[in-house]
């Protein structure tokens, strides 16, 4: 941690490149908004992108492998430091990195100018070289235990591959194998690392109001757990909305279900820092026994909603909670929601649950999209809007 601190003090560069998450959460902020609105403009032929994908394909794909891949490179690049006790990456390396990301998006948007190697390569080169650098600092750090993170990470770079390479064959990426295994890898790192920092931050903050039911302590339970949920992904991901696919996303939804209570989150109402994390969590069980009903009753479910609350549900609303807590820790700010973050996680609240809805309940489906995608980048704009100024400026010193 010294050592870290006295890496960032060296940098005497502007500030936002003095930590990993400083331009990886505002420009993933940023995209997610951004994207957003060329998504709706496309739909509506008011925008025309040269893309060589689909539409669908365009939209999800800028979403788990460009919008998420930000959070993923903003979170990584700040814990891991923190987890090896070496120096971070800052300053001109960490411009080189968001430049990688930042080409990525454009030549996705102008592939068509492009072979589908070129525009591959271009997409893949920022996390190929993270995956690099994270992977030398863990084992020049001997960090064995989150190896299992860098594995996961290399499940979503295959499965970005994978997508290029079915949208290069014409096929419906969009519902294709590369979405499921990027998908999957996705989802297992939230379980992962969401089960260590949920119960984490929820027993310190009990503790310290003096309760004495504290979540429960990681346990066979829980790697039982995570074995199911790999289990489940990776028969989904062979055989989507089978029967086998359905019975154990339903076995390991119950699981993760008992998993998210034995962390107390209802006892945490009074503080959104915290009950956000839990609820995200919830959208990951939620989308597991929804992904059930479409193996049992495709023609009354829709897998394309399954995916939407994991996508926008589990992976939104999650990665939104990291960023909004990090982005305060990390710029000496206390850890605490004001109104303005209050308001960006009920915006995107809104927008998941306005989505899902389309589907279920007998809205007017125009309106709800609308209100739904307002939402949305009400969300992620707000972020950028009350957090843009704190990742911008030099970390406040709070007072001993």
């Not at 940098?11 to 995209?31: E, N, Q, T, V």
């Not at 394909?57 to 979170?75: C, M, R, T």
């Not at 390396?93 to 930042?102: I, K, N, Q, Y």
């Not at 990426?173 to 998908?183: E, F, K």
Request: include cysteine; charge should be positive.
């Amino acid at each position: 941690m010294t050592g870290s601190a006295t890496q960032m003090r060296s940098w005497d560069g502007p500030a936002i490149l003095s930590y990993g998450l400083r331009p990886f959460f505002l420009i993933a902020s940023l995209w997610a908004a951004l994207a957003m609105g060329l998504w709706i403009g496309m739909l509506s032929g008011i925008i025309t992108l040269p893309t060589a994908f689909d539409l669908v394909a365009w939209h999800a794909h800028e979403f788990l492998f460009g919008y998420l891949s930000a959070v993923i490179s903003g979170f990584l690049l700040t814990a891991i430091p923190n987890w090896t006790g070496r120096l971070p990456i800052v300053g001109w390396p960490l411009a080189l990195l968001t430049g990688l990301w930042s080409l990525g998006r454009i030549a996705i948007a102008i592939s068509e100018k492009f072979s589908p190697l070129t525009a591959a390569i271009l997409d893949l080169s920022m996390l190929l070289v993270l995956t690099f650098f994270l992977f030398r600092e863990i084992v020049s750090g001997k960090n064995w235990r989150n190896l299992i993170v860098l594995v996961l990470l290399s499940v979503i770079i295959l499965g970005n591959a994978i997508f290029h390479w079915e949208a290069a064959q014409g096929e419906n990426a969009a519902s294709g194998y590369g979405l499921r295994v990027g998908l999957a890898g996705s989802l297992m790192m939230v379980a992962v690392i969401g089960g260590r920092i949920i119960p984490s931050f929820t027993r310190n903050w009990l503790f310290k109001k003096g309760e004495t039911r504290l979540p429960v302590p990681f346990n066979r339970f829980d790697k039982l757990s995570l074995l199911s949920l790999l289990v489940a992904f990776a028969v989904w991901i062979c055989a989507s909305e089978t029967l086998l696919s359905g019975v154990l996303m339903l076995f390991a939804g119950g699981l993760h279900f008992i998993r998210l209570m034995r962390w107390r989150g209802l006892q945490t109402g009074s503080e959104p820092l915290l009950w956000v994390l839990h609820l995200a969590y919830g959208f990951l069980v939620l989308g597991m026994l929804a992904m059930a009903v479409c193996s049992f009753a495709p023609e009354k479910f829709s897998p394309a909603t399954a995916q939407h609350i994991w996508m926008a549900g589990a992976l939104g609303l999650m990665t939104l909670a990291v960023m909004t807590r990090a982005s305060l820790g990390h710029t000496g700010r206390a850890l605490t929601a004001g109104t303005g973050t209050l308001l960006i996680y009920l915006c995107l609240i809104l927008s998941v649950l306005s989505r899902v809805s389309v589907n279920i309940l007998p809205f007017e489906q125009d309106q709800t999209y609308v209100f739904s995608t307002l939402c949305w980048i009400g969300a992620y704009a707000g972020f950028a809007v009350f957090y843009g100024p704190a990742l911008l400026q030099r970390e406040k010193v709070q007072p001993e």
